[in-house]
C-alpha cells in the first residue's frame, strides 16, 4: 500500500490513496471501489475488512504528517474523455496537485461536475486527494490531450480565465460552458485561448498582479454559476 504514495506505483496498479477517517466512510459511502482498508486498533470499527496494524507500520505506510490512523486504497476509475452533460472546468496544465485538489474541491462543491485534465499533476496523488476534501469521489475526472478535451467539448462554448479579458462580475453566461483555467506561471496554452468563445478576468486593485490559480477558479465558478446552485 505504502507504493502507492509514489505516480510509479499508482499507474502500475491502478489505484489510489485515501487517508483519514471522514475522507475513507465518504468513499466507501459513494461508491468508490475499495480494495483495502489498513487502520489503528483504535479504528478497527471502521471496516470489517481492515488490516489492523500497529502505529509504526501505519505512520511507514501514510502519507500524513500526524496521520489519523486509517487508510484505504482504492481503484482508479477508468473514465472515458466524452462530452459534458452540464458546466464543466478545464485545467490546462496546472502543475500544483494542491491546487488541483482544491479546485475538484471548488468545483464539487460548485456544480461542476465533470473536469477536464490537460497535462496536470496526478489529481489522484495523496496531496491532490487531501485537497479535494472528498470531491475526488463526486466528480468526473477526464485526463487527456488538449486535442481530446476540444474533441469532447465541439459545440460547448469555452470561457477561458486571462487578465485580458471583460470583467467577470458583468458577464453573462451561457447556459452551458466549460471554464478553462490555466496554469499558474503561464497560463492557459495557446491551443485551448485559441478556442476560447470568452475570456473573463476577476478586477483587482493595481498592487496585485495575479491571484493563486484554486483561487481565482473559485471565484470564477461561484460568479459565473450564479443563483444555479
Known sequence: MAALKDKKFRREYGEYLVEG?????ECIEAG???????CTPEYASVSADAVVVTRD????????KSPQGV????????????????????LDGLQD???VGTIIRTANAAGFGEIYLVGCADPYSPKSVR???????FTK???????????ALRGVPLVSADMDGENVFGFNAP???????????????????????YTVRIPMRSTCESLNAAVSAGILMYVINGAKL
Open 57 to 64: 507500520v501505519f505512520e511507514y505506510i501514510s502519507d500524513e
Open 97 to 99: 496537485p494542491g491546487n
Open 175 to 197: 447556459d452551458k460552458f466549460c471554464l478553462c483555467i490555466g496554469n499558474e506561471g503561464s497560463g492557459l496554452s495557446q491551443k485551448v485561448r485559441s478556442a476560447s468563445a
Open 141 to 151: 475526472l477526464m485526463r487527456c490531450t488538449a486535442d481530446e478535451a476540444l474533441d
Open 21 to 25: 477517517i471522514k475522507m475513507v466512510t
Open 131 to 137: 485537497a479535494s476534501m472528498s470531491g475526488v469521489f
Open 71 to 90: 487508510i484505504a486504497s482504492v481503484k482508479i476509475p477508468r473514465t472515458p474523455v466524452s462530452a459534458p452533460e452540464d458546466r464543466c472546468i478545464l
Open 32 to 38: 468508490c471501489e475499495v480494495t483495502s482498508v489498513m
